[in-house]
């Protein structure tokens, strides 16, 4: 993980444009990328864990390392809507893909939010690792984003400590 070059950010906002594109046509960007493969294609390495109902990634542009997002397959536009049995296995991943952050990344805490906001907004949990000496926080959520070039050494061992206790139905992705 290195800070994100000026060229870097342009193409991340660049995905970003694309993303409100869809959404100006009533499309979320989202379930277009869940339904396209393009969100679980896994080319870098960065797909963690999927189910059914579910599937976490590592950000590529993290805020920090082991920065993970936590995203629901169905359309769900805000916790509130979530049905009581998908808010508990998502409860339960997360508290997997928590754990297991913790022992790899070696941090103090993980912090877990979620923001969704819009009128297409999905449901998804971002998870972000605070290591010993970083900023104490919410501030955690607005630090400068850096650029994750390669996903498979962290994404290696985050999967491997996922496999050690896997929750039912869960499908690590292949390491």
């Given at each position: ?80 809507g979530l049905s009581d049995e998908l808010g508990t296995e998502l409860m339960s991943v997360m508290l997997k893909l928590t754990r297991a952050l913790k022992t790899v990344t070696a941090c103090d805490k993980v912090y877990q939010v ?62």
């Amino acid at each position: 993980m290195r800070p994100a070059t000026e060229h870097e950010l342009r193409e991340r906002a660049e995905r970003g444009r694309g993303w409100k594109r869809l959404v100006q046509q009533g499309i979320c960007h989202t379930c277009h990328s869940i339904a396209e493969r393009e969100a679980t294609a896994n080319p870098d390495g960065a797909l963690l864990f999927e189910n059914e109902r579910c599937f976490a990634v590592l950000e590529q542009y993290p805020r920090g390392l082991g920065h993970t997002i936590l995203i629901a397959k169905p359309h769900v536009p805000d916790i509130a809507g979530l049905s009581d049995e998908l808010g508990t296995e998502l409860m339960s991943v997360m508290l997997k893909l928590t754990r297991a952050l913790k022992t790899v990344t070696a941090c103090d805490k993980v912090y877990q939010v979620t923001m969704c906001s819009g009128p297409l907004s999905h449901l998804h949990f971002q998870l972000i690792p605070r290591l010993p000496g970083e900023q104490i926080g919410g501030g955690v959520f607005s630090s400068k984003r850096r650029y994750l070039a390669s996903a498979e050494p962290l994404a290696g061992a985050v999967k491997a400590e996922l496999a050690r206790t896997p929750v039912g139905g869960d499908r690590v992705a292949p390491g």
